[in-house]
């Protein structure tokens, strides 16, 4: 990270929890300054003076001394070769296989996902050297909260040694029931707390600790009856809970008896601990996440499916202390990166967990900022399914992830059923009422064209299996309703010989779709409702399709739709035939925006999707068979409007290659 050449450097000391909702208003913050912070002159130089890089950055990667430098293998991309170097003279580390470099600084905020202020309190701490505080109150606050996450230590030290005890045999038991090894013990500083009403309060006391120190820091409880404050756990599994820079807080306790009441327990509140704002194992999952391009945090519902995940190789799951996912904990996971994904039990109520999280994420997502979400299989939780299928499935079950629009199309599509017009619509306002909540302009755009074409999908599927139905019940003589004129198309679909026999003699009204595209090009606003269906259309007569891409052509330009004009267009552009039959195909009526014709020139237009022909030629070559029963997939639409894009990309190539040669 550059800093300013000189000066003193102000730094607005904050919680590792700042919010990313404006809207929201700032709770107090967790860092010991909550004022504005004057990094004396020389400060950050002393402090990077003090420490030796390679002693901190050997920590995370393994240096090997070459000349003045270390190398080793970069802890940012996947590499064999080491193209990592350290240089301890200069301060500086730089990475050539990802082009990162900086001070020491900067590779704990990259490696360990912290704030500049956070990094620098580190190091500091690590240096011997004391941060300014910015009043002699902040300062007795600061020494304060020092001193109750030292009883938090002291306490996690403890319950740590009566697991290992005779007390503790109950709680490794059950650890070992669930396949957690002593070592997975000790990895997360696994404990138990003694099944006694003072026994911890006791110890924290013998090892200097003030009773309104252990109270403060939700170790103990006022009695109710007046009677000695007791121990706030007792005679549980205890899981300690360590802040965004690793040092203990507050902690979860699991009771072992079928009639523990609550079955897990939490610290209260505290002066250095609120659940809403802090993620377990958040600090060690962030630096196993690394600083890879994309991806982010796993999310689960509890401690033991955290610890789960991470013994089987996914070290970067996280878990909320026993709530719904708040706004505070979104903002951490989108800090340590873009794209965490969340995963629920695949029952009722994880279901409607990931809708309250995907409720409150909505309005924040920007680009480079999302969520996806994992239903587990058959109402299993990470934990279950691992002891149960193996790592292998988890990793699949993370593969098959839903992003945010997915998991939000399928709440509102199954809100109700479609069946009729009136509950199409309500789909139809469901979903534009959540694409305004998202506050960014440009992604707020995009759901709501996502979400549009996934309507359009489903409906269009809906009405194919409705077709397939009445071809299989309907007789061959009712089928003739097939070649019938289309009110207010302008067209006639062909069928036999005869049929292919007009469609060849260039008579205008026997153009099959000629009368739909000149509609579109009378009554413009059509465009706006079929654009992606007309460009996914297939005409027999080349020429039909040229109108047709001379009708994208002026959109794509945002030029004016009018007849004339395009006529004039094709004739200059050596399209003589096509301009003449745009110029002397009989004027359409117009028709009312949002009318019943409108919807049935779309119906009308849907006839002319096709898939590829079984010679494999490309939609749209004016040699498809002109049957109107091979209808496209949605896909195939998609893919029509492409091969469109490509041949206009083409023909502007070729002429600006032959306006170079003309030059020349």
């Known amino acids: 990270m550059a800093l300013p050449q000189g000066g003193a450097i102000f730094i607005l000391a904050a919680s590792p929890a700042i919010s990313a909702f404006p809207e929201m208003p700032q709770r107090a913050t967790l860092n010991p300054m909550s004022q504005t912070v004057r990094i004396p002159d020389g400060f950050v130089e002393e402090l990077k003076a003090r420490i030796r890089p390679s002693d901190v950055i050997g920590r995370k990667v393994k240096l090997v001394k070459k000349g003045k430098e270390w190398v080793g293998l970069s802890p940012f991309t996947n590499e064999k070769s080491p193209s990592f170097y350290v240089n301890d003279q200069k301060r500086i580390f730089k990475c050539f296989s990802s082009g990162m470099g900086g001070d020491v600084i900067s590779f704990i905020m990259e490696t360990e996902r912290l704030s500049f202020m956070e990094a620098v309190e580190k190091l500091a701490e690590e240096a011997g050297m004391s941060l300014p505080k910015a009043s002699p109150e902040a300062a007795e606050e600061y020494d304060h909260r020092k001193r109750l996450q030292a009883v938090c230590e002291a306490a996690a030290d403890y319950f740590e040694d009566r697991l290992q005890s005779t007390e503790g045999a109950a709680a490794r038991a059950y650890l070992e029931g669930r396949g957690l090894l002593p070592a997975a013990w000790r990895r997360h500083r696994l404990g138990y707390s003694p099944d006694d009403w003072r026994k911890t309060i006791e110890h924290l006391k013998s090892e200097g600790f003030t009773m309104p120190e252990i109270l403060e820091a939700g170790l103990a409880k006022e009695s109710d009856k007046g009677g000695e404050p007791y121990d706030a756990f007792r005679g549980r599994l205890m899981f300690p809970i360590p802040d965004s820079r690793g040092g203990i807080i507050a902690f979860g306790g699991r009771g072992l008896t079928p009639d523990a009441k609550p079955k897990y327990l939490n610290s209260g509140d505290t002066p250095l601990f609120h659940k809403s704002r802090v993620l377990y194992r958040y600090k060690a999952a962030r630096e196993a996440l690394g600083s890879g391009e994309g991806g982010g945090l796993i999310v689960c519902e509890g401690y033991m499916d955290a610890i789960a995940l991470a013994e089987a190789g996914f070290g970067h799951a996280v878990a909320p202390l026993g709530t719904a996912l708040t706004e505070d904990q979104i903002s951490l996971l989108w800090r340590a990166g873009p794209e965490p994904v969340l995963c629920f039990d695949g029952d009722k109520a994880g279901v409607g967990a990931a809708f309250r999280a995907l409720d409150r994420a909505l309005p924040h997502v920007e680009p480079g900022r999302s969520l996806y979400f994992v239903l587990l299989p058959d109402g299993m939780d990470p934990d279950d399914l691992i002891r149960e299928r193996g790592p292998a499935a988890m990793t699949e079950a993370l593969d098959n992830r839903l992003a945010l629009s997915e998991l939000l199309w399928r709440r509102e599509r199954d809100a109700e059923p479609l069946d009729t017009p009136e509950r199409q619509a309500g789909l139809e306002a469901r ?234």
Request: proline share 5%.
């Open 431 to 664: 979903l534009a009422a959540a694409s305004a909540l998202i506050q960014h302009p440009g992604v707020r755009a995009a759901y709501e064209r996502d979400l549009k074409a996934r309507m359009r999908d489903h409906f269009w599927q809906v009405r194919q299996a409705s077709r397939s139905n009445n071809n299989r019940s309907t007789n061959a003589g009712n089928n003739s309703y097939n070649n019938r004129k289309r009110p207010g198309t302008g067209q006639n679909p062909a069928s036999g010989e005869s049929g292919q026999a007009a469609l060849k003699s260039g008579a205008p009204a026997k153009l099959r779709g000629l009368g739909a595209v000149v509609r579109a090009i009378d009554s413009p606003f059509l465009l706006a409702l079929g654009t992606e269906t007309l460009a996914a259309s297939i005409f027999p007569d080349p020429d039909v399709s040229q109108i047709r891409d001379c009708v994208l052509d002026f959109v794509n330009a945002g030029k004016a739709i009018d007849r004339s004009v395009m006529s004039a267009h094709l004739l200059e552009t050596g399209n003589m035939r096509a301009s003449r039959l745009l110029k002397d195909y009989p004027d359409t009526p117009q028709i009312a925006a949002d009318g019943p014709e409108a919807r049935e020139w779309l119906i009308a237009l849907e006839q002319y999707m096709a898939v590829r022909g079984s010679d494999g030629q490309d939609p749209g070559s004016g040699t498809e068979a002109a049957s109107g029963e091979s209808t496209a997939s949605p896909s195939a639409w998609r893919r029509r409007h492409q091969l469109v894009a490509e041949r206009r990309a083409l023909k502007a190539r070729m002429n600006e290659a032959a306006g170079k040669v003309g030059e020349s």
